[in-house]
Structures are given as C-alpha cells and as structure tokens.
C-alpha cells in the first residue's frame, strides 16, 4: 500500500526555561528546555537543546573589576546576539487514525536583543530557526520568544 506524504503546520505557545553561562565576556553556553502549553492543535511538542551565543558588545554580561583602591561594575543596557544550537526533541501529533509520537534530532540558529530592566531583571526577544529530523516526521520551525531573565549571583 503506497501512502503519499503528509504535511501540516501549527502554531503553539511554549514554557521555556533557559540556564546562560558567560565563558568570556563575549560568550555563553546555554541550555533550554521547553514545551507546548497551548496550541493551535491538539499536537505537543517537547524539545531540549544546547547552544552557544555570541554578543556583539565587548562585554556581553554583567562583569566586576576590582583593584587595590576601586572597584568597578559594568552593567550593559542592551545586548545584542546571535548563535547556534543543537538538541533533541519529541512530538506527538494526531493522525486520522491514531495519536504518533517521534523523536528528532534539531539543528537551527538564534538571533536577539536583551534589555536590562534593572541588575537582577532584564527583557529578553529572540527569533530563531531550526530544522529537526525523526525517523517519520521532519520539521522546519520559525520561533520567536520573548521572555523575562532573571540573574542568578551576587548582584
């Protein structure tokens, strides 16, 4: 029995949650994980991923210099950066026949801007793109986030 490809689209909001650790003033490793709390279908969506990001500002990050008689503390107002990232994830999606689920492997790249509202608080935008293969679904997604960060340490 031959069977033609099937495609489709949909639309969600996702709960993402996102740790970002500075290696250089210019560099993170990130790590995210997130999924579908509401949807335009009763398809969900869960994906865990890694990445990198680099900022365009020689200091992308809160950073403190101290001396023998002054200490200084450079907090950047607007951020601005791009990266890459590679993860998993799993979605399960409704057939006419029946629920399926699949897991796939992700591959995209990430732009954005970050605001600092305050020292602990900041506005974060991001638009990003990603294509995932499974073993019966592929996917190519165009995602935008806008969010809330909240900075873990002494400051």
Known sequence: LF???ESGSGSSIA?????????TLQMSYFGRLG??????????YYTL????????????????????TADIYIAPSFRYYV????????????TPSK???????ELGGQAGAIYAYSEKIS???????????????????????AGIVYLLGNK
């Open 49 to 68: 991923n890694g990445g990198i990001n680099y900022y365009f500002d020689p200091v992308g990050t809160s950073a403190q210099i101290s001396g023998p």
């Open 3 to 5: 069977r033609s490809p």
């Open 35 to 44: 999924g579908t709390i509401f949807g335009s279908t009763n398809d969900r």
């Open 123 to 145: 506005l974060r935008g991001e638009l990003g793109f990603s294509r995932s293969l499974g073993t019966l679904v592929s996917s190519t997604e165009i995602k935008f986030f």
């Open 15 to 23: 709960l993402d949650v996102m740790y970002e650790k500075f290696f």
């Open 83 to 94: 990266g890459g990232h590679l993860g998993g994830s799993y979605l399960v999606y409704n």
């Open 99 to 105: 629920t399926k689920g699949d897991f796939l492997v």
